[in-house]
């Protein structure tokens, strides 16, 4: 059998009976991926591009990004920039309907920009957050929602590991990918707020007032938020500037954040154990995913070997549908499966047969990039496998795993209004990286 789409529609179908097995994405990716160029060659080919295979994926000086990110962001949790960005919130915000989730939404960007990874950003806030709204006699599906959904927002906002692996996924410049993702970070705050607010208008029971903060302790909170403005000047505006690369930026960054965990009220042997625990942490992140890259890459390779991805591009682009409904079918595909998937494997699976389609209709890499990315913030949040609630339920042991994906509808319902907003507006996602 050696049609070229049967045999691509028998290798997704391999690794989905693979991944039901229980066997690891980056496993099932590889071992599809090897099956399928022995089908299509022999051993001894396998063989001969497998010998250096791992070493031309991996060992590139874009990826020592993903790290340090993940180091910087860990340094910066250990060293309090979660619980001190609350703080200055709550003084801002927490008067407002809905203060004190809108202070959580705010205080998961604000961390978001230190950290990277969506479900550090759950954890940290909502650990801080939770307790706070609880006391407050705040409704249990919105405190957790808020928390759930304000941490998909460490997959956009930079300094995003998701954004530095599509372009290195898809060989866009990881600069402007990072770039890219400040305008939508942004609007996804500006809509979360906004939704909170309104549903807070709608159910005021589901959210007490709560005391107004003179102006005087709110300036003086203020400073608590020296160390996440110094983060974002040094890595963000480095990078913009010209400065620094991303890689230097990420390096900046990480001894910015250690310098602020040694500075802390801990004790040496605390801070010890942090430096530990952050080095780990990084070191396991780090290697899932490169093993998924490397998975990813043999499967590529597969495909590549029998042109699936060539004749995607020739078929889509001959179907008689406008182009934009084309890219938005292609995004709806990640819905089904951000509800079975982590972001890493849908970008994985699907980018090496949509990007080309994408290239070959002529629209802009870092605009679909960051559309992709959205979509992947929604499968973060919705049952059965959405990891964030499932972070959350663990934290607040008094609410229902059932009670936190309810809570979380109203924020997947506000990820569609942004994404809405970003498919019709291109120049939002793009602008800024162009005019660095």
Known sequence: MTDPIILGLLSIAL????????????ASLGITGIIGIILVQDFTYVYNVLSTFAFDETAAYLLTVIPLFIIMGNFALHAGVGKSLFHVARHWCGHLPGGLAIST??????????????????????????PEMKNAGYD???????????????????????LVFYAALTEVSAGKMLIA??????????????GVFLVSLRHPDMCPPAERAGWRPRLKSLVHAWKLMFLIIVVLGSIY?????????????????????????????????????SSRDAVNTTVMIMMTMLGAGIYSFFLSLIQVPQMMSSLVSDLPLPALLIIALILVIYIPMGMFLDAFSMLVITLPIVFPVVSELGYDPIWFGILAIKMCEIGLITPPIGLNVYVIAGIDRDTTL???????????LMELVTIVILFCLPALSTWLPYNM
């Open 140 to 162: 249990r599906r919105l405190s957790a929602g808020c928390v759930a959904a304000g941490g998909v927002l460490g997959v956009l906002i930079p300094p995003s590991v998701l």
């Open 15 to 26: 690794i989905f009976i693979l991944m039901g097995l229980g066997i690891p994405v980056f």
């Open 241 to 277: 500037t010209g400065w620094a690369t991303p890689t230097e930026a990420a390096s900046l960054g990480a001894v910015a954040s250690i310098l602020f965990l040694l500075g802390s009220r801990q004790s040496l042997k605390n801070k010890l154990d942090s430096i530990g625990h």
């Open 105 to 130: 939404i705010l205080t998961c960007a604000g961390f978001s920009a230190t950290s990277g990874s969506s479900v550090a950003t759950a954890a940290t806030v909502g650990s801080i957050s939770l």
């Open 402 to 412: 059932t009670e936190v994906f309810s809570g979380a509808s109203w924020f997947i």
């Open 181 to 194: 993702g400040i305008v939508p970070g942004l609007l996804s705050v500006l809509v979360f707020v906004l």
